[in-house]
């Protein structure tokens, strides 16, 4: 396997622990640990892959669309750090060992504003960079759709994710008008799923269409 295609393949496993993720109490709060481990491994891999474009960060001049990137490289670090660390201190399981006491209460916050949050910002990372998974689509598929039929998926997974976005009340947890999250446990799990799935593409979208704009205005300077 060569490097861009190990590297699609860390960022794919990066998907999925995230979704199993935001299943907490539907997956275990031990699962939930152990994914969560695992997500660590993988970020400090996926930034060892990028290393490159890390230590670019102080070369070549900032456009819009560089600045946008950037900055949501850096959330996204800054949102896993957060959920990493409040979760070692709410761990029961894997970092019980820790013994970490009186600090519950304010962990419990930052790891729910930290992993939604960091889900949107993941999702619109993904949205920025989803050109060149397009590209690398292209280049293999034996047959391309057409526009219309792309951008009308889009659409609707858009349009999907933006109604269960507010049927999940994700804005609850990111504005932190709730500090509990909840379940419906009489939901089969795969619908959960498709839910959040939806969610992200709708951020995937607002990142590729927002990156394209960027991109255009560039091009027009």
């Known amino acids: 396997m060569n490097k861009p295609a190990f590297k699609r393949a860390v960022d794919l496993l990066m998907t999925a622990a995230l979704m199993a993720l935001m299943g907490y109490s539907l997956v275990g709060e031990a699962a939930h640990e152990w994914i969560g481990a695992g997500m660590l491994l993988l970020s400090i891999l996926h930034h060892g892959l990028n290393w490159s474009w890390i230590r670019g960060l102080k070369r070549g001049r900032y456009t819009a669309f560089r600045v946008l990137q950037t900055l949501l490289a850096a959330l996204v670090l800054l949102t896993m750090l957060g959920a990493m660390a409040s979760g070692a201190v709410l761990s029961r399981h894997v970092f019980g060992w820790l013994s970490i006491s009186g600090a519950r209460g304010w962990a419990r916050v930052v790891h729910m504003l930290c992993a939604y949050w960091g889900f949107v910002f ?35 997974i858009a349009a999907y994710g933006a109604a269960a976005l507010w049927r999940n009340r994700i804005a609850d947890y990111l504005f932190l008008r709730s500090h509990f999250v909840f379940f419906d446990f009489e939901r089969p799990l795969a619908l959960f799923f498709l839910d959040y799935l939806a969610i992200m593409g709708l951020f995937v979208c607002c990142g590729y269409y927002g990156g394209r704009i960027l991109t255009r205005r560039r091009a027009c300077d």
């Open 122 to 156: 993941l999702s619109l990372h993904f949205g920025i960079h989803w050109g060149q998974v397009v590209a690398a689509v292209r280049r293999k598929a034996p047959l391309r759709l057409p526009v219309t039929v792309s951008r009308s998926a889009a659409i609707f």
